[in-house]
């Protein structure tokens, strides 16, 4: 069946360093999301890419989706305490949607 | 105006009870979905309504029994609660563009 797996589960960095999570799917999609779940709170939809090979930027959060459109990435430079959390792909195909585990990132300050 | 709002927000019961929970849109969105979050942050589908009709119904115990009386509402009702039930239940709904979350439900059955 379909999967999408994300790596790291966890990640530890020093206030300030950049931080990747990234996004495998074993089949195409069509679309992928990123979503930022706060601790305590409820997951928040970030952004979504659908073209291949498509970059979006939102301030100091870069967003990559594939040319093969199977894998996507999050890169956040020069992290600050307010991005705790953990942050979710979701892929979608034949309008199904399917979450990644999630990547816990721990900012030491 | 809250978007997606869902009830209890938190709710202790003890095991062989039966509890709903329950979600409310005021989006406009035709699909709305009730997740599973665990310990390890994994999210889970559960069910998937569109329009009142349910399209995906994953290997969930029936003691889980959704109810959509319009495309507005999806309720969760547990029947005969387990300790393994204990985790945080978000409702969801979605339109063209990603989902909208409720701030969950964190059940915990003792």
């Known amino acids: 069946g379909q999967q999408v797996m994300q790596i790291p589960q966890y990640q530890h960095v020093q206030e300030g360093e950049d931080f990747t999570t990234y996004c495998n799917s074993s089949?195409?999609?069509?679309?992928i999301q990123w979503y930022k779940q706060r601790p305590g709170g409820h997951p928040v939809f970030l952004i979504q890419?659908?073209?291949?090979?498509e970059v979006k930027k939102q301030k100091r959060l870069t967003f990559q989706f594939g040319e093969a459109k199977k894998n996507s990435s999050l890169h956040i430079t020069a992290t600050q305490t307010t991005d705790v959390g953990t942050y979710f792909c979701?892929?979608?195909?034949?309008?199904?949607?399917?979450f990644g585990k999630g990547t816990r990132l721990h900012i030491l300050p | 105006d809250t978007a997606v709002s869902q009830t209890p927000k938190y709710l202790v019961t003890q095991m062989g009870n039966d509890k709903s929970i329950k979600c409310e849109q005021n989006?406009?969105?035709?699909?709305m979905y009730w997740y599973k979050q665990d310990s390890k942050k994994f999210l889970k589908i559960m069910f998937s309504?569109?329009?009142?009709?349910?399209?995906i119904n994953e290997t969930v115990p029936n003691r889980f029994s959704p109810k959509s009386p319009d495309k507005a509402h999806l309720n969760l009702h547990i029947n005969s609660l387990e300790l393994g039930d204990s985790a945080v239940y978000f409702c969801?709904?979605?339109?063209?563009?990603?989902?909208?979350f409720g701030s969950g439900t964190r059940l915990t059955v003792v």
């Open positions: 969801a709904s979605s339109h063209l563009n990603g989902y909208t």
């Open positions: 089949t195409t999609l069509s679309n």
């Open positions: 309504y569109n329009n009142k009709e349910l399209i």
């Open positions: 890419l659908v073209k291949s090979g």
């Open positions: 979701a892929g979608m195909r034949d309008d199904k949607i399917i």
């Open positions: 989006l406009g969105h035709d699909t």
